[in-house]
């Protein structure tokens, strides 16, 4: 490094800080862009900006005033054309990892899904104090950032920050964080608090008083639900679907659109489906319009949320077969997805960021046509690529989806068929 401490940016790493390289070896900056000069105060392998002397036509104004300091984004000062196209490089990046380089001409450009923002978001509150703060980390930090606003949020969750503010107060310990999960659905935000804390009748009474104020359809505290004024409901493809309290669902409606509508097109024609890891039915409950389908998910709650809504929508829907399982541990083997029906025609899955190698290796042994693999994790999701391609199986799409604004996030779907 200089002895000014000048840095030339030379590309973004795969959490989204600058990188540039020195005679000691690569230093990651956060904050800066590819095509950057930056004074710095080094910091071993990292260092922090002081000042950008040389500034990228990328670099935008941030739109949050938290930003800097929130860990919740790292790439509000990016242009977002550029950070779409950044996010389309690490998908390829992934792929090339695992000696899959030559795919890289299928990447197609990223689907901005933002939509109207994240209608989910987890918060942690702490006190401090007299205060209550309600935020998320500083990246790489125990620290909360306390905020007052976010902008990558749906309105109706933004508008919501005093009030999951209050009502952390009425379940916060004297130490530790309350978790809260927030989901806005059409007939108001469905709410799970998390706390250690001991709560009084008394004080889980004033926590419903409020929430009910606030207009929450369904309040729940450590996975008991109390009080439900309104079914928290999703409508996917006409069919409702009640989550479980404090369960994943696609972070935007644009997003599970864009992954839904390459999903149907990759399945095709198939008549027999799998779709593993099928949560409360994202997938399922579409595919299952033409098709009949092996659902399998190993948590509970999602799986009964998915029955339930199989038989509110069983006049539009052929036969789902539901199944629980721990695909981790016990991932349907060749011979099951060979069998099912007279074999599967097409498998779908979408594990967590873990992936699903265990699972990979039984569908590359099995004589399963189609395969759409969906990952929020391109890394564990190369792995299982390459696994499926040594049993033989070829690429026909490469999807990255952008549900994530400003964060180094990003979906993938992935159609592959044998041969």
């Given at each position: ?7 030339e940016?030379?590309a973004?790493?795969?959490k ?72 389309r ?60 606003t ?33 989901l ?9 608090l ?43 493809d ?7 309290p ?16 390459r ?47 199989m ?14 399982r ?94």
């Open positions: 490094m200089s002895k000014d401490n000048l840095l940016i030379t973004l790493a795969h989204g800080e600058g990188r540039a390289e020195t005679p000691d070896g690569p230093v990651h900056v956060p904050f800066a862009l590819p095509g950057e000069t930056v004074r710095v105060t080094p910091d071993g392998t990292r260092a922090r900006m002081v000042e950008v002397v040389t500034q990228s036509p990328d670099r935008v104004e941030p739109a949050c005033p938290h930003f800097g300091t929130c860990g919740g984004c790292a790439l509000q000062h990016m242009a977002l054309p550029a950070q779409l196209e950044w996010k490089g690490q998908v390829i990046a992934a792929l090339a990892s695992r000696g899959l380089e030559d795919w890289a001409s299928l990447v197609e450009p990223t689907v901005d899904a933002g939509g109207a923002g994240r209608r989910r978001a987890v918060f942690a509150a702490a006190r401090a104090g007299s205060r209550i703060l309600l935020g998320f980390h500083e990246r790489a930090s125990h620290r909360l950032v306390d905020i007052e976010c902008p990558v949020l749906v309105p109706e969750l933004s508008g919501l920050l005093p009030v999951l503010r209050s009502l952390a107060a009425r379940v916060m310990p004297r130490k530790g964080e309350v978790t809260l999960t927030v806005a659905t059409p007939n108001g935000a469905d709410l799970a998390a706390s250690p804390a001991r709560t009084e009748p008394r004080a889980v009474a004033g926590l419903i008083e409020e929430a009910m104020a606030a207009g929450i359809a369904r309040l729940s505290l450590n996975g008991e639900v109390l009080v439900e004024a309104r079914s928290p409901e999703l409508l996917m006409g069919v409702t679907v009640v989550p479980p404090g369960s994943f669902v696609q972070a935007t409606a644009a997003g599970e659109q864009a992954l839904v509508e999903v149907v097109a990759g399945v095709g024609k198939a008549r027999k489906v799998a779709d593993l890891f099928c949560g409360s039915g994202t997938f399922a409950l579409r595919l299952a319009r033409k098709a009949t389908i092996r659902a399998v998910e190993g948590e509970k709650p999602a799986l009964a949320a998915l029955e339930r809504a038989r509110g929508g069983a006049g539009a829907l052929r036969q789902i077969h539901a199944e629980r721990d695909l981790m541990r016990n991932p349907l083997t060749a011979g099951e997805l060979d069998d099912f029906g007279r074999g599967m025609e097409a498998v779908v899955f979408d594990p967590p960021r873990a992936g699903a190698e265990a699972q990979a290796r039984e569908i590359a042994r099995s004589k399963v046509p189609v395969v759409v693999a969906v990952s929020c994790n391109p890394a564990t999701l190369a792995r299982d690529l390459r696994i499926l391609v040594d049993g033989g199986y070829r690429p026909r799409s490469i999807l990255p989806v952008d549900q994530f604004r400003h964060s180094p996030h990003i979906e993938v779907v992935v159609v592959l068929s044998r041969g």
